[in-house]
């Protein structure tokens, strides 16, 4: 089993940074993907960004060149840097990691962290 501990959430004005952290402990392999998704009322829960264990990202376009996420291997952590945040970026932030075993994903999730931008 793997566990996952969020978090940075909070209250921010708009074009504010927050700072999401996720740190994974348990069963983890070596090879993964961690990364963030998010969910806002209403609306369906949405890929953010996402890092692969060997450095590779990927981000939603309506977050590219205002979010970075980064990861620290050796502490099992992934972090959400949001600049230039915007109102419809609130939402509750849930982390994520996916790993393969034995040709099996195994996809693990936070408990989420609220996130809320005020116009």
């Known amino acids: 089993q793997v566990q996952l501990a969020e978090s940075g959430g909070g209250l921010v004005q708009t074009g504010g940074s927050l700072r999401l952290s996720c740190a994974a402990s348990?069963?983890?392999?070596?090879?993964?993907?961690m990364g963030w998704y998010r969910q806002a009322p209403g609306k369906q829960r949405e890929s953010v960004a996402h890092?692969?264990?060997?450095?590779?990202?990927n981000y939603a376009d309506s977050v590219k060149g205002r979010f970075t996420i980064a990861r620290d291997n050796a502490k099992n952590t992934v972090y959400l840097q949001m600049n230039s945040l915007k109102p419809e970026d609130t939402a509750v932030y849930y982390c994520?990691?996916?790993?393969?075993?034995?040709?099996?994903?195994?996809?693990?999730w936070g408990q989420g962290t609220q996130v809320t931008v005020s116009s």
């Open positions: 994520n990691l996916a790993q393969l075993v034995y040709s099996t994903q195994y996809d693990y």
């Open positions: 890092v692969t264990s060997g450095g590779s990202t």
């Open positions: 348990g069963s983890i392999f070596s090879l993964n993907t």
